[in-house]
């Protein structure tokens, strides 16, 4: 672990002094001085590591590769043919109403030598995505260049508030259509009755309602759905209910994962969580 590190939100973690590969250390309140990264696979695989040195940092310095790719060819996971399949599927699913919306997506792999630190420093200065973040350990290596953030937790006299932000909804030029509208209103209503029993009863609220952000080349559409969380609701408990991202899944989300896992049957790290926890906020 001597070489692990994380950057995000203008924090600069290093020298890491315990990793645990399961949320059990979430699973109590936190010291207030710790600083924790939390990395998690859309399947549920978890890594926890605590770090002795945190610093602000506006961005992460690249590595010492300056070139960021060496002899890769990207390659799709999935054909063109079988990603017709895909979305055919969905669409038989949809009309059968076993599924509102499923987020369908391709991976790309890249066998090639690439230098993930200098990549991410290259994204921070062409694309500098609001929550972009990267991450390193013995087990993983992670740039991240994501626009939407999954959950954040705050103090607010003395309360817990938590916030998700789901994005449903992307235009070049800052025009939606109804059913980009619609789409994000289903995942606004899942994230509502997943967070609810997180929370004080009658404190989940929807301060905004397909607001529309404006990201590096892109427009989305995003929503704020908020709650209060009861004392006895520990990171842990918000991660496991939570995971994986309503956004990132589809409505009804145990149903959307089923046709995912048809066509998808291991996303790993993309599509997961990437963050961290520091003074009772996340």
Known sequence: MADALFWMDGFEASDAVES????QPLSRHLNDQDFWAVVGSYEGEWEVVRFANVEKSDR??????QSHNKDGIWKS???QDQYREY???????IRNGWVYQVNACRLLENEGRIDLRNLFHRIQRSHPAPAAAYFKSDRWEVASASPETFFRVDSNGGAREITASPIKGTSRDGKFQEKDSAENVMIVDLMRNDISPLCEAGSVEVPRLLGVEEHPGLFHLVSDVRGQLKQSITFADILNRLSPAGSITGAPKSSAREVISRFEPYRGIYCGTLGWIYGGRA
């Not at 645990?20 to 949320?23: D, H």
């Open 77 to 79: 996971k999935l054909n």
């Open 87 to 93: 979305v055919e599927e969905i669409r038989s699913e």
């Open 60 to 65: 992460l310095e690249g590595g010492q590769d």
């Open 20 to 23: 645990f590969n399961s949320l």
